[in-house]
């Protein structure tokens, strides 16, 4: 498996093959995605990544994308004005590019990934300032924002029951801010690359951001929860349910969150489809849910402390 | 500092051309420890490994090794070899991470791709597109490949030429690499199914070929390519045998056991002043005199004698930066036996050597050294550390074709238990970057009472400590001479041999 370039056209299908088998079809067609990219170098749109409290997961499994060579992504669909883990950049190289990139005319699309920390400024710093004082810089002059996995979206670790540094998420961040900018969120720990690739394709070829439900997320791999369409809805529906781990049947008395967890996991499994973590014999962590990390995960059969309300 | 997982900044004093103090600050704070107090122990699994998304399956690892001590129980073999399985893919994928995608261009030239006349198609079309860029009216033109450092980058054009070839090779390498996590893990990063007792996947027939399938294609690529690159880099760079070399003291934990939880592939230990000693776990104390911490006492702290880190507030924290001597970084102070320690590959490989507890790391150590023309002494450097990082990948792939012939499909790999009450428990294990450590204690009704992580970049990035002893690359910075300190590209090049990882080494 080595990284051939393939043609544009070539990896277009790919991406459309794959954006059909995530069932977002609809939103762009295969005419779409080839007119995204015929652009010259100056017309390609820059994009900002930024780390707040994250644990860079997220960026490694933007790294993993399958469907199109991440160096096409770099050099062909986008420019990478700035991230994290790829950019040569360092030290005050990058504070230059990012305030001239913001004070340019020439926008770009900014990405956050991880929580920002609103009553403990410091527990975040970037080039001397804190974070919050850049995604507040960042996001004003983007001209499209994506909270890119769990934390950024819908506060996840960070944000966890126990956590001290108020950490908001980049929507209610920016609320908090009155910033008003069209805004995506990709809930998922980490983000899966396929919802972040054809996000940045929707908004780099007609200029918006996809449909979205009220949490902002893209309606297409957002509208089921994992419990709507497991491979195990049989046997809940039969009321055959696992007392252990491996053994046949549903996972729910084990602490399945599938039922309070809307992604794609069913129809687009991890690492290209390789597994899920239901198929991996283990119950949905709701790592895609608002209430993501609960009290209890996995637990007993006949566990007594999980009908008690979480904290 | 970018190419690195997370938040760190450095700062130095430098003096006619020679770095003469150093200070490397975490500077990013979650407080993960004290918000795990009150959650079902098992969920300490799965929160621990979000601690970081480039390691995640040491933590995982741990936090089960951890909770398994407290049960009382250790995984069937079956469970140890499918942990080992996932693991070690995922080490495979940390280490070509590292080098290719984090450090490789701070020694290979990107910009000699201008010369390339072959017939690549991938060099071709790079060369157009960097061609075409630096036409083009952009503030930044070929981002994220520039700018950069200018520095004494490789000079041999071929060299060049193939690095960058496996530049972008590395990068689907790492996705099959953390395809294979996913065949048993479930998922890369963040793998769920390592839990107390095993590993929930039961293996089939179908899973193990897949794996052995995807093995297939990696093996050659880091016995071949990767192998080639480390070792031209090391001899074109041979001078950084000797640069960012540091206390040279090197603590280890045993890690990668065979299916019995013994024989592992490298030796636990301290190597301190040259002298190697088996470990000993009690000997680890930790201090946060110049941390951004509120909890007194502030030194020779033992792991759980804290039981919640108290981060001081913003006020505080800016009168801590106008302080001479004020508190500079998240990250806290860990020292074993009262020393500092570099933690990593070449702990474990320079600890293993010593301990003569594994005869193919010996044999490949010696054949290294006598084609490198250096010594076991020369490890902890610059170079030493990524020459180790082959070596341990070599190793690893070896393990992992042994351990899965070993696996006996359709055998439940995992073992229930319920969560312990008011119980106690340690786990040790290496992260591609070192020794990592955590402690859970539970309440009455099996929830967390302490959770404590010590982990390899708290090791590394540690500021000074209540003695006023810098952290392990603090001192590896101190000393080292720049050709231009517009440019220190040898300090990059030091801080980023250790790997570090910031969102781990705070948490």
């Not at chain 1, 410091?122 to 002059?141: D, F, K, Q, Y």
């Not at chain 2, 997982?5 to 770095?19: A, I, K, P, S, W």
């Not at chain 2, 157009?128 to 000079?155: C, H, M, T």
Request: proline share 6%; net charge neutral.
């Amino acid at each position: 498996m080595t990284q051939t370039p393939i043609n544009r056209r070539e990896a277009l299908k790919k991406i459309y093959r794959a954006i059909v088998a995530a069932g977002a079809a609809t939103f762009l067609s295969y005419r779409d995605l080839l007119a995204a990219v015929s652009q010259t170098p100056d017309q390609r749109p820059n994009v900002i990544w930024l780390h707040g409290t994250s644990c860079t997961g997220c960026s490694c499994s933007f790294l993993d994308i399958d469907y199109v060579p991440v160096v096409d992504i770099l050099t062909k669909f986008t420019n990478m004005a700035f991230h994290p883990d790829i950019s040569l950049a360092t030290g005050s190289q990058v504070t230059n590019i990012l305030e001239r990139l913001e004070a340019s005319s020439q926008g770009y699309i900014f990405v956050l990934e991880g929580g920002i920390p609103v009553s403990m400024p410091h527990a975040c710093v970037m080039g001397e300032r804190p974070i919050t004082e850049w995604v507040e810089l960042l996001a004003s002059g983007a001209t499209a924002c994506i909270a890119a996995g769990t934390c950024a979206a819908l506060g996840g670790i960070p944000k966890m029951h126990g956590t001290l540094t108020g950490s908001m998420t980049l929507d209610e961040f920016l609320t908090h801010k009155g910033i008003e900018k069209p805004l995506v969120s990709l809930p998922g720990c980490p983000m899966k690359p396929e919802h972040f690739v054809y996000t940045l394709l929707h908004q780099v070829k007609t200029g918006r951001l996809p449909e979205l439900d009220e949490s902002k997320r893209p309606l297409h791999f957002f509208s089921y929860t994992n419990h709507d369409r497991c491979i195990l809805y049989a046997d809940f529906q039969e009321k055959r349910f696992a007392r252990r781990i491996g053994e046949p049947g549903c996972l729910l008395k084990l602490g399945c969150q599938g039922p309070v967890t809307k992604t794609d996991c069913m129809i687009n499994g991890h690492n290209s489809n390789t597994n899920t973590c239901i198929r991996a014999g283990h119950p949905c962590i709701g790592c895609a849910s608002e209430q993501f990390p609960r009290q209890i995960l996995l637990h007993a059969y006949d566990e007594k402390r999980v009908i008690k309300k979480d904290f | 500092m970018t190419r690195i997982e997370g938040h760190l900044r450095f700062e130095t004093r430098v003096e006619n051309g020679m770095v003469m103090d150093a200070h490397c600050s975490g500077e990013m704070f979650r407080g993960i420890e004290a918000a795990l107090i009150g959650h079902d122990a098992r969920v300490a699994q799965q929160v621990t490994q979000r601690v970081c998304g480039v390691c995640p399956y040491a933590h995982a690892e741990a936090a089960s090794l951890a909770l398994e001590a407290a049960m009382g129980i250790r995984p069937n073999s079956n469970g140890q070899l499918l942990r080992n399985l996932i693991v070690g893919a995922y080490q495979l994928q940390d280490y070509l991470l590292h080098f290719y995608t984090l450090c490789a261009l701070d020694f290979i030239d990107v910009t000699a791709v201008l010369d390339y006349k072959g017939s690549d198609a991938g060099l071709i079309g790079l060369r157009e597109w960097v061609a075409s860029e630096l036409v083009s009216k952009k503030i930044f033109p070929a981002a994220p490949f520039l700018p950069r450092y200018e520095a004494d980058y490789l000079q041999d054009k071929e060299l060049n030429h193939t690095a960058i070839r496996h530049y972008l090779d590395a990068l689907p390498m790492m996705a099959n690499l953390h395809r294979m996590v996913a065949i048993f893990g479930a998922k890369a990063p963040h793998p769920v199914t390592i839990e107390a007792g095993g590993v929930t996947t039961v293996p089939t027939v179908d899973t193990l070929m897949h794996y052995h399938s995807l093995l297939a294609k990696v093996e050659p690529f880091i016995k071949q390519s990767f192998f080639n690159d480390v070792v031209a880099v090391a001899k074109a760079f041979k001078g950084y045998f000797r640069e960012g070399k540091g206390y040279g003291n090197l603590l280890s934990y045993a890690y990668f056991p065979d299916q019995y939880g013994a024989n592992h592939m490298t030796a636990g230990g301290a190597t301190i002043g040259g002298r190697y000693t088996p470990l000993d776990i009690q000997k680890v104390t930790e201090d946060h005199r110049y941390s951004y911490y509120a909890n007194q006492p502030d030194k020779d702290l033992r792991p759980m004698d804290v039981r919640r880190l108290e981060p001081i507030d913003y006020e505080r924290y800016k009168q801590e930066h106008g302080k001479p001597q004020g508190k500079y970084s998240w990250t806290r102070s860990p020292r074993y036996a009262g020393e500092v320690m570099e933690v990593g590959p070449a702990a474990r490989v320079v600890n293993t050597y010593k301990a003569g507890t594994n005869p193919q790391l010996t044999e490949l150590v010696d054949r290294l050294n006598r084609e490198l023309g250096i010594s076991i002494e020369d490890y902890p450097s610059v170079m030493g550390r990524h020459l180790s990082r082959y070596i341990m990948s070599h190793l690893t792939i070896d393990r992992l074709k042994r351990d899965l012939a070993l696996v006996e499909p359709g055998k439940l790999a995992y073992e229930e238990r319920g969560v312990p009450k008011n119980a106690q428990g340690m786990g040790l294990t290496e992260a591609t970057r070192g020794g990592l450590a955590h402690w859970i204690e539970t309440d009455n009704e099996g929830r967390i009472a302490n959770y404590e992580l010590i982990v390899p970049t708290t090791w590394n990035i540690s500021p000074r400590d209540a003695d006023g002893r810098p952290g392990a690359v603090e001192k590896m910075l101190i000393g080292t001479r720049l050709r231009d300190p517009e440019n220190p590209m040898e300090l990059t090049r030091i801080v980023r041999s250790t790997d570090p990882c910031m969102a781990c080494s705070v948490h």
